[in-house]
């Protein structure tokens, strides 16, 4: 978007009119650069928050099931232009058309981790963030092996290699979100 | 700077205002060629007055890998649809292996691999629970563009340009074939030419992302009044299944007290 607008500045260059009343535009311009400069702003938003939802802790994806950097299962127009609120451009997983329409559409500055450090640092590679508020969590398609099974208030998680993962259904599949501890 | 410079400046981000807005403002108003319209429409509005119908689907789905190598993946869909409450789908394949119920109240999806699932209260029309799951869970249910109540609309709702390809054939099945443009996604549709406005094909290119996948899908088996009893909406869970929660992109996981609690 911004390098559109940088294209269009570019080609302004060889339209600027001369010879005109100098003081009667920079009155008629001052308008047009209020709203120039809101333009810019609005526009760029996106690019923003693409960097926001995949750049939290050098994470790839903000929420969309399914391997590789670029998920293809959209499978709606609606859909496929919509996604998660935190990607610019829809994933292929979706498959609508309408996906698009959510695409984009918000826009988060920095996520908060709700994982304490120490207990980070024992995550395992290949997890997914998905945002719940303005919190980044992280779920794994899979669990380890060697988990054992711990109830704590009434929920079962499961225990693998000093990390908590509690099951859920997200996209038609079962995913294991890692649970903070105090 | 002097005068003129200044005023130089002015202009420039006058004229590039002015170019911008007509720019958003031509995004505003989709240029679909009038056959393109016609054909949409035409397909659109069958599907909406339709009160029960059910397809199959075998779709295609590109997965770019992180050296841009593409590879294509399948899955086989089922979808039955009571209007305008009532939806059951299936998959199977690659990538999926789950179940999916809405029966005007709660939507049910049962992931079989893993023999999980989560139920949740819902709206009460097709339209609002699909936007429901968006809103809440973040799922997209796969080829929803045919299940809303009007198709059309949500088709063209951001559609910049639309064009009328040519007769060409899915399978044996002569079909009006329909460009799309948007701003993040391709798309063309093959629509049957016969009596029946009926979808056959499907297919989106994401031409944002790196290397612009795709999504294919082939429709076939449609069945344009289907009798659909209420039970098909309504899961049953099997005996050793384990129910779980959706995830929910307002619902923090309470955290654990203390590591090791039991």
Redesign the interface.
Known sequence: MTGRAAVRYGGVLFSVMKGEAIMRRIFLEMGTLVLGLATLVWSTAPISAQRGGRGGGGHAGGGNPGGGHTAAHIGSVHYGARAAPVHVEPAVRAGAVRSEHYAGLEHRGGYRNPYRDDYFRHFRPGYRSFLIGDASYYYYDDLPPDCQTVVSDGITYYLCDGVYYQPYLYGGQTVYMVVPTQ | MS??N???S????????????S?AAQQEAPKIEPKADQYLKAMSGYLADLKTYSFQVE?F??????DGQKLQLSNQRHMSVSRPDKVFGE?EGD??N?L?YYDGKTVT?F?R??K???TEKMPGTIDAMLDDL?DR?????????FL?ADPYK??T??VQSGTYVGLHHVGKVKCHHLA?R????D?QIWIDAGEQPLPRK?L?T?K????Q???T?LIHRWDVNPKLTDELFQFQPPEGV?K???????????????????
């Open positions: 005068k003129e200044l005023c130089d002015f202009q420039r981000i006058g004229y590039a205002n002015v170019t911008t807005l720019w779709e789905i590109d997965e770019v890998q992180d998959d990538t999926a789950s999916f999806v992931d691999a893993q999980t699932y989560a968006h869970f973040d799922t997209h249910q796969t080829l929803a563009d809303f949500v088709f709702e951001r799309f948007q701003k993040l996604l798309w499907l989106i994401f944002r992302q790196a290397d996948p795709q999504y899908a384990r779980v929660d959706f995830l929910n992109r307002h619902a923090e996981p309470k955290p654990l007290k203390k590591a090791g609690d039991k």
